[in-house]
């Protein structure tokens, strides 16, 4: 049931209705890691060369936008992840193109990992390509992006193939990859034979995009 709504222009198709989201607030408790405070922020590092593609603003993580001819990824190497609950804030620059890579392995973070996108496409329709999507494979329910400019949330559940993808408050995505045995998208493996453990990390497409209050959970699969 939509809780609120309201009319927005959408350029393919005039005006039609969308739900209107808003940032969830940043979840507290010792069993939270604030991956971008003090102790942890030190674990960021451009996992593809030795190009300078971010910076901290604060409590902060930038990526400048510098990758305009290649892909860059910013990856946090202390813990490679299996099941967990991920929460973090982001907003864009006007045209940006980024994503949250997850379960990423360094050498081949597009194709052995999957990625949750990040986009500057507000108003526009779901799609696999969209915002919230589980990018080229699984398409959201809603799109919640907000304009450029704006603090959007993601809040992310991975447990064993099952994940949840909450953005800005609403859960678009529910999936199970592990019943994803052929090949989906662009993407010659199958998402049921990718690593169950890999790295978070943030996609360098060549816009500026901010993340903060990135906060992660490990859960146990018999939770």
Sequence with gaps: ILK?????HCPES????????SPTPAPTGEEWQNLLDGAHRGHWKNTTDDT???????????????????LRYVGYQAKRLSNFELHLE????PGANSGVFLRAQPNDPVYRGFEVQVLDDHGKRPSKNGSGAIYDVVTPMFNMALPAGEWNSYDITVRGGEVIVFMNGWRVVHANLDQMTMPIGK????????????????QDHGGEVWF???LLKTIDVAE
């Design 4 to 8: 609120e709504i309201h009319l927005t």
């Design 14 to 21: 005039g005006v039609h209705f969308l739900p209107l989201g």
């Design 212 to 214: 903060r209050n990135v």
């Design 52 to 70: 300078d593609i971010f910076n901290f603003e604060d409590d902060t993580l930038h990526i400048i936008g510098r990758s305009t001819l290649s």
């Design 187 to 202: 993407y010659k493996a199958p998402f049921a034979d990718l690593p169950k453990e890999g790295l978070l990390m943030f």
């Design 90 to 93: 982001f907003r864009v620059s």
